[in-house]
């Protein structure tokens, strides 16, 4: 799969799948998905710092001595994660409010560093950045997904088009407890996709 | 390339060289948008002036005060053809669910509510998100629109006309506070402008 | 007065794990042993306290003052970081016995996002520096209790026969969200 440039997108995509595979970056996965376009907003968000950050530490890899290499990407990550800060305050306010806390968390989502540490430093730069195009597509397609389940069962909505009344919705989804228990289920039925494939 | 080994010098230089380039390149992009950020700031408040207050030709002199809290309240009074038509105030309340809600909410001269607009809030999603529009739906006795919060609006559950939020007292309690602080100020400020005018 | 309010909301009403998700990851990761969970609280709570004050004096007398608000994240994330690292050097030499429990997990918390969560929340929420210790303490024996209570709803759960397919992580996930169920009962016990 090394050589194959297509095979790369496609195992962050779902072999690697940040979330359904991997289980991490956890924290953004459940707190952000109240919709599917909050989902949406969290996943590009992350995307853009992934391959951001993978192609600049695939650049600079062989110029950072090893035992500073994680502060390095910690700084080089955070650089990016307060660029886009910036940028989302400055051209889409309204997602980065209703994002909130979870962009400068960014910083500390274990899918980035892990990518930065197991990816990155060791391959060169076109394929670090297509990885991160893949593993940021992985992320956003769960975080989309798992949004749509919230926002359809709690609200009756659909990237806010009305698909049933809103009374027949079970506001529990919307709430903390029904990002675990539509995760839980989400990643019951991968597995057993999974297992059939 | 071969790795640059692990050497004292080393690591210093290259922590150094990337913080430096990191706060710099920051630096440079946070005085790049600070314009824009101002600016989507503004354009915002005043689609929300637009949203909550009566037609209107111009914005007049913004009016500020300063609570007991420290906290700034801005009164902006709109125009149509050089006569006031309304008060669009900006106001809060610290009784959110969450904590600080700030809510823009417009008067006409009698004092009674054109409409309101949340600027800022941090309830939870499902639940006190749902002041957005919740008083705004003409259902029920949901709506503050066109009533006059002269006594105090207050939820059916205090004993007052408003029905709140299912399942989120708290957040719509927070709501009508906002409301009636900015009933307060509107009161000032409609002083301040009627003695400008004469 | 207010204080224990503040302690009574940060550790029931709005706990960091169950319903503010932060610190997912410790929370799933290390909660097979209720052993495993009570290290993992203690070392976090020592280093989100410290962290916290920390934090708070460098936004507060560094940043605010010459308008750096913006190196905010950069500037918190290298602080914890290093104050991880520091932490296990100095346990290592005056304690080895606490090191020998809370060693192992020290590593993990640098990503810990309720660390960083914490620091940049009491600053979002403009806390004094005494209201941000009470925050930072009560945040992190809210996050003891979530993981011990979850560790050993786990350990149960591994004596028992589940579906297949929801063996292992969903399993898990679907008893954290009736754990954060169990938790909603307690909203509105005390207002801030």
Same mark, same amino acid.
């Given at each position: 799969m090394?050589?194959?440039?297509?095979?790369?997108?496609?195992?962050g995509?779902?072999?690697e799948?940040?979330?359904?595979v991997?289980?991490?970056?956890?924290c953004?996965?459940?707190?952000?998905?109240?919709?599917?376009?909050?989902?949406?907003?969290?996943?590009?968000?992350?995307?853009?710092?992934?391959i951001?950050?993978?192609?600049v530490?695939?650049?600079?890899?062989?110029l950072?001595?090893?035992?500073?290499?994680?502060?390095?990407?910690?700084?080089?990550i955070?650089?990016?994660?307060?660029?886009?800060?910036?940028?989302?305050?400055?051209?889409?306010?309204?997602?980065y409010?209703?994002l909130?806390?979870f962009?400068?968390?960014i910083?500390?989502?274990?899918?980035?560093?892990?990518r930065?540490e197991?990816?990155?430093?060791?391959?060169?730069?076109?394929?670090?950045?297509?990885d991160?195009?893949?593993?940021g597509?992985?992320?956003?397609?769960a975080?989309?997904?798992?949004?749509m389940?919230?926002?359809?069962?709690?609200?009756?909505k659909l990237f806010?088009?009305?698909?049933?009344?809103?009374?027949?919705?079970?506001l529990?989804?919307?709430?903390?407890?029904?990002a675990?228990?539509?995760?839980a289920?989400?990643?019951?039925?991968?597995?057993k996709?999974r297992?059939?494939? | 390339?071969?790795?640059?080994?692990?050497?004292?010098v080393?690591?210093?230089l290259?922590?150094?060289?990337?913080?430096i380039?990191?706060?710099?390149?920051?630096?440079?992009?946070?005085? &790049?948008?600070?314009?824009?950020?101002?600016?989507?700031?503004?354009? =915002?408040q005043?689609t929300? *002036?637009k949203e909550?207050? /009566? $037609?209107?030709?111009a914005?007049?002199?913004?009016?500020?005060?300063t609570?007991?809290?420290?906290?700034?309240?801005?009164?902006?009074?709109?125009?149509?053809?050089?006569?006031?038509?309304?008060?669009a105030?900006?106001s809060?309340s610290?009784?959110?669910f969450?904590?600080?809600i700030?809510?823009?909410?417009?008067?006409?001269?009698?004092?009674?509510?054109?409409?309101y607009?949340?600027?800022?809030?941090?309830?939870?999603?499902g &639940?006190?998100?749902?002041?957005?529009?919740?008083?705004?739906?003409? =259902?029920?006795?949901?709506? *503050?629109?066109?009533k006059? /919060? $002269?006594?105090?609006?207050?939820?059916s559950?205090?004993g007052?006309?408003?029905?709140?939020?299912?399942?989120?007292?708290?957040?719509?309690?927070a709501?009508?506070?906002?409301?009636?602080?900015?009933y307060?100020?509107?009161?000032?400020s409609?002083?301040?402008?009627?003695?400008?005018?004469? | 007065?207010?204080?224990?309010?503040?302690?009574?909301?940060?550790?029931?009403?709005?706990?960091?794990?169950l319903?503010?998700?932060?610190?997912?990851?410790?929370?799933?990761?290390?909660?097979?042993?209720?052993?495993?969970?009570?290290?993992?609280s203690?070392?976090?709570?020592?280093?989100?306290?410290?962290a916290t004050?920390?934090?708070?004096?460098?936004?507060?007398?560094?940043l605010d003052?010459?308008?750096?608000?913006?190196?905010?994240?950069i500037?918190?994330?290298?602080?914890?970081?290093?104050?991880?690292?520091?932490?296990e050097?100095?346990?290592k030499k005056i304690?080895?016995?606490?090191?020998?429990s809370?060693?192992?997990?020290?590593?993990?918390?640098?990503?810990n996002?309720?660390i960083l969560?914490?620091?940049?929340?009491?600053?979002?929420k403009?806390?004094?520096?005494l209201?941000?210790v009470?925050?930072?303490?009560s945040?992190?024996?809210?996050?003891?209790?979530?993981?011990?209570?979850?560790?050993?709803?786990?350990?149960?759960?591994?004596?028992?026969?589940?579906?297949k397919?929801?063996?292992?992580m969903?399993?898990?996930?679907?008893?954290?969200?009736?754990?954060?169920?169990?938790?909603?009962?307690?909203?509105?016990?005390?207002?801030?």
């Amino acid at each position: 799969m090394k050589n194959n440039k297509f095979g790369i997108i496609l195992n962050g995509l779902i072999t690697e799948n940040p979330t359904f595979v991997l289980m991490l970056g956890m924290c953004p996965t459940l707190a952000t998905t109240t919709s599917a376009v909050n989902g949406l907003g969290m996943g590009a968000a992350t995307m853009f710092v992934l391959i951001c950050s993978n192609l600049v530490v695939s650049l600079l890899k062989s110029l950072i001595p090893d035992n500073v290499r994680i502060p390095s990407f910690i700084v080089i990550i955070a650089t990016f994660v307060t660029l886009l800060e910036m940028l989302m305050k400055a051209y889409v306010p309204s997602l980065y409010e209703s994002l909130g806390l979870f962009i400068p968390l960014i910083v500390v989502n274990c899918v980035v560093l892990g990518r930065a540490e197991s990816f990155a430093s060791k391959n060169n730069p076109f394929d670090s950045l297509l990885d991160g195009l893949g593993i940021g597509l992985g992320f956003t397609f769960a975080l989309t997904l798992l949004g749509m389940v919230r926002e359809l069962l709690g609200s009756g909505k659909l990237f806010g088009l009305t698909i049933f009344p809103e009374q027949y919705g079970a506001l529990v989804f919307i709430l903390a407890p029904g990002a675990f228990i539509s995760l839980a289920y989400l990643l019951a039925i991968m597995n057993k996709l999974r297992k059939q494939s | 390339m071969k790795k640059l080994q692990s050497t004292l010098v080393n690591m210093v230089l290259v922590l150094g060289i990337i913080a430096i380039v990191a706060a710099t390149l920051l630096a440079w992009v946070n005085q &790049l948008t600070a314009e824009p950020i101002r600016l989507a700031e503004v354009a =915002k408040q005043q689609t929300a *002036i637009k949203e909550v207050t /009566p $037609a209107f030709d111009a914005v007049g002199k913004i009016i500020s005060y300063t609570d007991e809290t420290g906290q700034n309240i801005n009164c902006y009074p709109v125009l149509n053809q050089n006569k006031c038509v309304g008060i669009a105030v900006e106001s809060y309340s610290n009784a959110g669910f969450n904590g600080y809600i700030q809510v823009m909410v417009g008067f006409d001269m009698n004092g009674n509510i054109v409409n309101y607009s949340v600027l800022k809030q941090a309830e939870t999603p499902g &639940l006190g998100t749902k002041m957005v529009d919740w008083f705004k739906t003409d =259902k029920a006795a949901q709506s *503050i629109l066109g009533k006059n /919060p $002269a006594k105090g609006l207050r939820v059916s559950k205090d004993g007052g006309e408003i029905d709140a939020i299912t399942a989120a007292t708290i957040s719509s309690r927070a709501f009508l506070d906002a409301v009636n602080r900015a009933y307060t100020y509107y009161q000032k400020s409609l002083d301040a402008v009627q003695t400008a005018q004469n | 007065m207010i204080y224990i309010f503040m302690f009574i909301a940060a550790v029931f009403v709005n706990n960091i794990v169950l319903s503010q998700f932060l610190g997912i990851c410790p929370f799933l990761g290390v909660s097979k042993k209720v052993n495993t969970a009570v290290g993992m609280s203690g070392a976090v709570a020592f280093v989100l306290t410290l962290a916290t004050i920390i934090t708070w004096l460098v936004y507060t007398f560094l940043l605010d003052p010459f308008n750096l608000g913006y190196l905010q994240t950069i500037s918190f994330i290298l602080v914890i970081a290093s104050l991880v690292q520091l932490v296990e050097i100095v346990l290592k030499k005056i304690s080895p016995a606490l090191y020998q429990s809370l060693g192992v997990f020290l590593p993990l918390i640098s990503t810990n996002c309720c660390i960083l969560g914490v620091a940049i929340l009491v600053i979002q929420k403009d806390y004094n520096l005494l209201e941000s210790v009470v925050y930072a303490v009560s945040t992190a024996i809210g996050f003891g209790l979530a993981l011990v209570l979850f560790a050993g709803i786990r350990e149960q759960l591994a004596l028992l026969r589940v579906p297949k397919g929801m063996q292992g992580m969903p399993i898990a996930l679907l008893s954290a969200g009736l754990l954060a169920l169990a938790f909603m009962g307690f909203s509105g016990i005390v207002k801030l």
